[in-house]
């Protein structure tokens, strides 16, 4: 957290009027897989990649890598298969003519969608588990964070994930940064949340955030549900939950 940002992204973030700049870094790519996750159909992760991408990343590649990501991960989580998403990426966003021990040894670093979001793919193709997954991204070099990242994404929607690699990720995210993720995993399983609970929500900005990912993804209950969050967010809406309380909403879904 402490690495900061891009130039661009810096000067947008401090911006008084900020306005998309026409990137095409694969930022857009790396940032996307809420949407794939909280999509109730394809054509929403698409919808709902491109809204993300374009407040900065509006130029037509960096939304090309972030729908790629997107749809994806999206994918994945509903049980396509390799070929499959393999077969949807390539008639539709990129070619994934080779293999990653034909590029390892002279892959450079690239910070553009079309030279890295292929690559995060084709790390995920190859890929036998989650682990292997990641290892693949990180052995070709380059802009490897975000590489792995992208690959993460759609493992982990195909895979699942090991609750082991969420304790060890505890160990090196500030608090502040986890109150994000667990307000998404609470909201994505169902549990829209009538609080807002310190560090989270009421942290400025993120209730509106949020709201664009209000979708429930409805373990073992078939098709998903939109929720409306209204309610959630409203004025004075600030009871702090307890750690026990918020480790039985992500653990336990019993209440």
Known sequence: PDAGYGRKFYHWLHSRHPEPYSSYGNGSAMRVSPCGFAAESLEEAIRLA???AEVTHNHPEGMKGARAVAAATFLARQGKSKAQIKEYTEENFYPLDFTLDQIRDEYLFHVDCMNSVPQAIEAFLEGEDFEDCIRNA???GGDSDTIGAMCGAIAEAYYGLDESWIDKAREYCRPKMFCYVEALEIICNGYAPD??????LALAGTAKAMKLF????GKGQGKPQAKPLDDAYRAGADE???QDEIDMLLDGRKE
């Open 240 to 242: 702090v939950l307890s």
């Open 50 to 52: 491109g809204m993300t």
């Open 195 to 200: 609080f807002i609970f310190e560090g989270t």
């Open 138 to 140: 990180v052995s070709i």
């Open 214 to 217: 209000c979708r429930t993804v």
